[in-house]
T-cell receptor, first 116, second 112 residues
Framework: DADVTQTPRNRITKTGKRIMLECSQT?????MYWYRQDPGLGLRLIYY???????NKGEISDGYSVSRQAQAKFSLSLESAIPNQTALYFC???????????????FGPGTRLTVL | KQEVTQIPAALSVPEGENLVLNCSFT??????LQWFRQDPGKGLTSLLL?????REQTSGRLNASLDKSSGRSTLYIAASQPGDSATYLC???????????FGQGTTLQVKP
C-alpha cells in the first residue's frame, strides 16, 4: 500500500462549488503539506502543518482552507471553486528536522482538479 | 527570497549517453536539497536527498552533487535508458520553515 494517499484522484466541478481533497499517510510523519502544480509555474506551497495544532499558510493560501484531523490526515478545501484553481494538487509529508534523514518530503500521487 | 533555476528546460539524448542536469539556487543558506522525478500526470518520486553538510549522494546510476558556496547542484545520470524519460525537479529546503522551494524542472527524453 502507498505511504501517502490522496482522494479523489480526479475531480471535475463547477464554479462556486465546495470541494474537499483528502490526504492520508502511514509514514508516521508529523509534517504535512499541500502544493499545487501548474504548467510553467512549477510547484507552489498552499498550506503546511507541523503537527495537529500547528497550521501555516504557504505562498498561495487565498481561496483555500485546511484541516488537520489527525497526525495522519490533512484535508484541503476550496470553499467556492473558481476556474483558476484548476491544477494538479499534491500532498506531501516529512519527518521533523531533528530526525535522520530529516525533512525528506514524500509526495502522494496527486489529485487532478478541473473547475469549469 | 530563495529562487531555484534548472537549466536546460528540456533535453533529448540517445540511449546510453551519460548526462548532467543542473540546478542553481540564490541563497546558499539551505538545510538540504532534494532531487525528484515526475512522470507525466503523476506524483513526485524522491530520488536523492543531500544534506547541507554533504557534497554528494549516489543511488544506482544516479549521482547528485552539492556545492553550497556556489549555489549549485548537479544530477548525473549514467548510461541513460528510455525508462529514465521524465521530468526531473530539484528543490531546496531553506531553514526551519518546512518549505521546499522548487525549480521548474528539466524534461528529459532518452531515445532508443
Amino acid at each position: 500500500d502507498a505511504d501517502v494517499t490522496q482522494t479523489p484522484r480526479n475531480r471535475i466541478t463547477k464554479t462556486g462549488k465546495r470541494i474537499m481533497l483528502e490526504c492520508s499517510q502511514t509514514k508516521g510523519h508529523d509534517r504535512m503539506y499541500w502544493y499545487r502544480q501548474d504548467p510553467g509555474l512549477g510547484l507552489r506551497l498552499i498550506y503546511y502543518s507541523f503537527d495537529v495544532k500547528d497550521i501555516n499558510k504557504g505562498e498561495i493560501s487565498d481561496g483555500y482552507s485546511v484541516s488537520r484531523q489527525a497526525q495522519a490526515k490533512f484535508s484541503l478545501s476550496l470553499e467556492s471553486a473558481i476556474p483558476n484553481q484548476t491544477a494538479l494538487y499534491f500532498c506531501a509529508t516529512s519527518d521533523s528536522p531533528g530526525a535522520q534523514p530529516g525533512n525528506e518530503q514524500f509526495f502522494g500521487p496527486g489529485t487532478r482538479l478541473t473547475v469549469l | 527570497k530563495q529562487e531555484v533555476t534548472q537549466i536546460p528546460a528540456a533535453l533529448s539524448v540517445p540511449e546510453g549517453e551519460n548526462l548532467v542536469l543542473n540546478c542553481s539556487f540564490t541563497d546558499s543558506a539551505i538545510y538540504n536539497l532534494q532531487w525528484f522525478r515526475q512522470d507525466p500526470g503523476k506524483g513526485l518520486t524522491s530520488l536523492l536527498l543531500i544534506q547541507s553538510s554533504q557534497r554528494e549522494q549516489t543511488s544506482g546510476r544516479l549521482n547528485a552533487s552539492l556545492d553550497k558556496s556556489s549555489g549549485r547542484s548537479t544530477l548525473y545520470i549514467a548510461a541513460s535508458q528510455p525508462g529514465d524519460s521524465a521530468t526531473y525537479l530539484c528543490a531546496v529546503f531553506s531553514g526551519n520553515t518546512g518549505k521546499l522551494i522548487f525549480g521548474q524542472g528539466t524534461t528529459l527524453q532518452v531515445k532508443p
